[in-house]
């Protein structure tokens, strides 16, 4: 569970200091296997303690539709911290979940099916030409924060549910909204939804 959302195609920096999750990222690494990322609709990234609670700890609820997070990268620079770059993966709907004694949520999913890549329309190439300029102005002001960028490579510059991922990952909005779009199974309607959202916040076409 985390305070944000993981779109397919989406890259992700996570700082792993947790005992459940560095529980979680060991052994996902030495299986080759992915794990499951959600937005939290209630309470925090971190497990807080809750005196009044019946186990203790502060209640943790996340929506029932996440992504899955493939490891590209690994760091280990000092005891007790991974450092890890994620590639968001498929879809999938939580089935049913519980949550282990040191809080690490384990769910029982179905995986979506891939999206199919549909062509960018004439009538919202001004998104998708946007994007490529926001990419090139970030590469010709500093060159060396390009891998530190949520838009990596490979680029998908005629894929509506590409360009619209991208756009909903680098946009100010709020992670319910990015829950939202998400999750839509339409990638022709999530693009026209953030052509819109461009308007309102007038981002230049």
């Known amino acids: 569970p985390l305070g944000t959302v993981l779109f397919p195609d989406g890259w ?27 937005c939290l609709t209630e309470g925090s990234e971190v497990r807080r303690i809750d005196p009044d609670a019946p186990t203790g700890f502060a209640r943790e609820a996340f929506h029932p539709v996440g992504t899955l997070a493939r490891i590209d990268q690994v760091e280990r620079p000092q005891a007790g911290l991974i450092l890890i770059r994620c590639r968001g993966q498929q879809r999938f709907h939580i089935r049913s979940s519980q949550q282990l004694p040191h809080g690490l949520w384990m769910g029982d999913v179905t995986l979506d099916t891939p999206e199919p890549r549909v062509p960018v329309p004439e009538h919202l190439a001004s998104a998708r030409d946007a994007l490529r300029r926001v990419l090139d102005n970030l590469h010709e002001r500093d060159p060396g924060t390009m891998n530190d960028l949520p838009l990596q490579p490979p680029y998908h510059w005629d894929d509506s549910g590409w ?3 991208r756009w909903a990952e680098l946009l100010p909005l709020p992670a319910e909204l990015k829950q939202r779009l998400m999750v839509l199974d339409n ?3 999530r693009l026209e ?10 981002v230049e076409r």
Do not use: Q, T
């Open 193 to 202: 939804l953030v052509s819109d959202l461009l308007d309102r916040m007038g």
């Open 163 to 165: 360009v619209a991922n």
């Open 187 to 189: 990638p022709l309607l």
């Open 12 to 38: 992700m920096p996570l700082r792993i200091f947790e005992v459940r999750y560095l529980d979680m990222i060991n052994r996902c690494i030495k299986a080759g296997a992915p794990f499951g990322v959600v």
